[in-house]
């Protein structure tokens, strides 16, 4: 039997949060969409926490990352109503805020510099003592020294997301082919389509290689075009709050403890997501004693009231990044063919504007003005040398 064939207009590779909203808001625009993927709905975002974290994770020189970040949060309320108003799914979206705290002097001082950036660049932040600090989540430790109180980040629960986004894709006409690409079609020097692990293959008019930390690993894809992305292994903690310790938090807590950076997020159905390791060992995901201590260790100094905690579930997984740890998107060297990955850790937040432009790029061809920073084409051959192994 000869291998089947089916055609789209447009062919998402990834069924991670980013595949998924660009399957969706593609079929919304009226094109024929498919998208391949053994598991839809997996991928990073099932190990990530779900900060919407746009205000107290700002970095010097990353303005345009800031303001794409910011564009993507403002649309998060009317994102996450329509994706529950259309699909019946509950996404945990919840606008509680975040707390940046500092457990020593030289946090402290870390703290104000991290302030002064958020000052400069226009956004909202509040300086707490220690004391205040501990007024609004009694469970910290007492020995706090101050934090910023930041009520412009929000939350939302991963895995509520991607299954939302994968019913909201059936919803469209989405098709699905859970299967593995093999290897990229290329006709007459124009993305056409790719061959499935089984050997059939998915012609489309367009590709969008949305494969996460696995989109610089698709074969037939030109050398000078394939995405300098590599994996950043992320271990990650989920415990539960027994109602006899409720409310343990109420907001997202995160500090720098010992160099590491170290979040709780609680969720409102009592689950505690503490996180995560920052770790370049390539497409390594297991589960260490020293991670899973640490991640232990450093949540138990902001929170000693965590070891009473029951621990339900530790996890890896691998982050998608780039060389300026920004995302890629919109259309490559190679007709046909658009990327959309190198998320890095924002990946979740960046869901709603990564879809919104990239429905325009596969309607009009163009990246729409906030998204063109971070087009592929800002990456030379010198980039693609000199990323991380």
Known sequence: MSPTSDTADVLVIGGGVIGLVTAWRAAQRGLATAVVDPEPGGGAAQVAAGMLAAVSEVHHGEQPLLALSLASARRYPDFAAELTDLTGHGLGYRRCG??????DADDRAD???????????GLEAEWLSGRECRRLEPMLAPGVRGGLRIDGDHQIDPRRLSQALVTACELAGVVFHRSWAERLSVVRERAAGVVLRDGATVSAGQVVLA??????????????VLPPVRPVKGQVLRLSVPERYAPFL?????????????YLVPREDGELVVGATSE?????????????????????????GISELPLTETRAGLRPGSPDN????????????????????????????????????????????EARPFTPRRFDAAALVEQPA
């Not at 703290?111 to 000052?119: D, M, S």
């Not at 109420?250 to 170290?262: D, I, K, L, Q």
């Not at 046909?336 to 998320?343: D, E, F, I, P, Y």
């Open 98 to 103: 975040t707390l940046a705290i500092a457990l």
């Open 111 to 121: 703290l104000r510099e991290l302030h002064a950036l958020q000052r400069q660049s």
């Open 211 to 224: 494969a996460g930390s696995l989109s610089g690993r698709l074969a037939g894809v030109p050398d000078g």
């Open 250 to 262: 109420s907001r997202t807590v995160r500090a720098v403890v010992r160099g590491s950076h170290v």
């Open 280 to 304: 370049e060992l390539g497409w390594d995901t297991t589960v260490t004693a020293g991670g899973v201590y640490e991640l232990l260790r450093d949540a138990h100094e902001l929170l000693p």
């Open 326 to 369: 920004a995302p890629l998107l919109g259309p490559t060297e190679l007709a046909g063919l658009s990327l959309a990955t190198g998320h890095y850790r924002n990946g979740v937040l960046l869901t709603p504007v990564t879809g919104d432009a990239m429905a325009h790029v596969l309607t009009t061809g163009e990246l729409p003005e």
